[in-house]
């Protein structure tokens, strides 16, 4: 029953990810998410209950259109890919439990946002805004909600913001204001402590990469790095495993 459930929110994960890729085409052109229904770029012609499971017609057609076989970049098909085993991986953590829905819509948010700033370098007023709104809606609406989980939650948001505030400012070449923004949404999301596995994290990892892609010349020293989908996969480590990371770091210092 449990494995049936895994592979059903898999597949429900590859469908939400199709739209997932409508709103990374769409929302950086500011075009509407629901006009025009989804279909070819390239002949207009529109998607049929064949390409409801994306990642099984992409792989049957070859990354081609069913209609007018033009190539369909390959993004799409990760992102489909990527959503079906994030889902399906967060109703094995979660079962039923509230954290599911919160975390799966989180999990959305982050590739969206991810995948716009590897393609564009920009991290959209757009989302962040109305998902800050959300993220505090949710963090008075948790079942085991308090005043005090809310308040942990504004202070996590306050320091994600103000740990970026300074670099964006004394560096505002390598770090936009639209990482600083997200960084105070994440920290809304996984609130304190959390917020600190989340956003340095984030640099760490994105720190690391950047010096592996420097070294293999793949990028220069001077070369921005969008550094959004490394505070993304750090925030999901934090909202999994935040607090045994955190308990974790602190026992070292006990010992
Ligand atoms: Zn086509």
């Given at each position: 029953m449990e494995i049936a459930l895994?592979?059903?929110?898999?597949?429900?994960?590859?469908?939400i990810g199709s739209f997932l890729n409508v709103c990374i085409d769409r929302l950086p052109a500011g075009k509407s998410l629901v006009y025009p229904p989804s279909g070819c770029d390239a002949c207009q012609h529109r998607l049929s209950?064949?390409?409801?499971?994306?990642?099984?017609?992409?792989?049957s057609l070859r990354g081609r259109c069913r209609y007018c076989q033009t190539h369909i970049p390959q993004r799409i098909f990760w992102v489909e890919l990527?959503?079906?085993?994030?889902?399906?991986?967060?109703?094995?953590?979660?079962?039923f439990t509230p954290e599911l829905p919160v975390s799966l819509f989180y999990g959305c948010i982050l590739i969206v946002?991810?995948?716009?700033?590897?393609?564009?370098?920009l991290i959209l007023n757009k989302i962040v805004y109305p998902v800050i709104i959300i993220a505090l809606i949710i963090n008075i609406s948790l079942?085991?909600?308090?005043?005090?989980?809310?308040l942990l939650g504004l202070l996590g948001g306050a320091i994600g913001f103000l740990i970026l505030f300074l670099p964006?400012?004394?560096?505002?070449?390598?770090?936009?204001?639209?990482?600083v923004k997200m960084a105070g949404m994440i920290g809304l999301m996984t609130g304190f402590p959390r917020v600190f596995v989340a956003v340095l994290g984030g640099i760490i990892l994105g720190g690391l990469i950047a010096i592996i892609l420097i070294l293999l010349r793949k990028k220069s020293g001077k070369d921005a790095i969008p550094?959004?989908?490394?505070?993304?996969?750090?925030?999901?480590?934090?909202?999994?495993?935040?607090?045994?990371?955190?308990?974790?770091?602190?026992?070292?210092?006990?010992?």
């Open positions: 895994t592979i059903i929110f898999g597949l429900l994960g590859t469908a209950w064949l390409d409801l499971f994306p990642v099984f017609s992409y792989l990527g959503t079906g085993i994030l889902f399906a991986f967060l109703y094995w953590h979660y079962k946002l991810s995948v716009i700033d590897l393609e564009h370098g079942p085991e909600v308090s005043l005090h989980n809310f964006a400012l004394i560096y505002s070449k390598g770090m936009g204001w639209g990482d550094f959004g989908p490394y505070l993304a996969m750090a925030t999901t480590v934090a909202l999994l495993w935040g607090d045994p990371i955190i308990k974790w770091y602190l026992h070292l210092f006990t010992m």
